[in-house]
T-cell receptor
Framework: KNQVEQSPQSLIILEGKNCTLQ??????????LRWYKQDTGRGPVSLTIMTFSENTKSNGRYTATLDADTKQSSLHITASQLSDSASYIC????????????FGRGTSLIVHP | DSGVTQTPKHLITATGQRVTLRCSPR?????VYWYQQSLDQGLQFLIQ???????AKGNILERFSAQQFPDLHSELNLSSLELGDSALYFC??????????????FGEGSRLTVL
């Protein structure tokens, strides 16, 4: 069964600090992994996509990494801002069988001033 | 703005009632997905349509049904509502259903409260 596990479930940091969110998956065969940001009460928005051959990809202060061998991904946020407070969702898509992406439960990040 | 429009934004109703949620996908997107998000829970996949046809089903209750119309808008019908059906219901769209690298574009959601 395809699964995506995220950790930690929640995280509180001070403004300006860095943080790293983790994602482990068992989706097979693997196609791609996306990180979405979901502000409270809003729809998720894609931050970055990682395919099998990519190890690192940056989008401003967000840097995603992928280790396809260990089936792990991380999202690193640098110099956090109050606006980074949101839920970050790891979503993994398969290249075979069901094309429905598998969602993680998300990590809730709170940035305090 | 994702380009996906959902109505209504908020809905309050009573147990046992029936409601219809509407979604208009992004221009050019043929695939529509419905998700349910209960309080502090992850997004649960309900059902997917592509160009008017049902393509995949998730954890959708028998009391729930959906359809996609020729103009590609979709409706999610929720009947015999229970307190536990209170949640945010999201619609997402993508260009195709076989393009596994395709990004899902989400609407702002419809918040359903069942009293």
């Amino acid at each position: 069964k395809n699964q995506v596990e995220q950790s930690p479930q929640s995280l509180i940091i001070l403004e300006g600090k860095n943080c790293t969110l983790q994602c482990n998956y068992t989706v097979s065969p693997f196609s791609n992994l996306r990180w979405y940001k979901q502000d409270t009460g809003r729809g998720p928005v894609s931050l970055t996509i990682m395919t099998f051959s990519e190890n690192t990809k940056s989008n401003g202060r967000y840097t995603a990494t992928l280790d396809a061998d260990t089936k792990q991904s991380s999202l690193h946020i640098t110099a956090s801002q109050l606006s980074d407070s949101a839920s970050y969702i790891c979503v993994v898509s398969s290249s075979g069988g069901s094309y429905i992406p598998t969602f993680g439960r998300g990590t809730s990040l709170i940035v305090h001033p | 703005d994702s380009g996906v429009t959902q109505t209504p934004k908020h809905l309050i109703t009573a147990t046992g009632q029936r409601v219809t949620l509407r979604c208009s996908p992004r221009s050019g997107d043929l695939s529509v997905y419905w998700y349910q998000q209960s309080l502090d829970q992850g997004l649960q996949f309900l059902i997917q349509y592509y160009n008017g046809e049902e393509r995949a089903k998730g954890n959708i209750l028998e009391r729930f049904s959906a359809q996609q119309f020729p103009d590609l808008h979709s409706e999610l019908n929720l009947s015999s509502l229970e307190l536990g059906d209170s949640a945010l219901y999201f619609c997402a769209s993508s260009v195709t259903w076989t393009e596994s690298t395709g990004e899902l574009f989400f609407g702002e959601g419809s918040r359903l409260t069942v009293l």
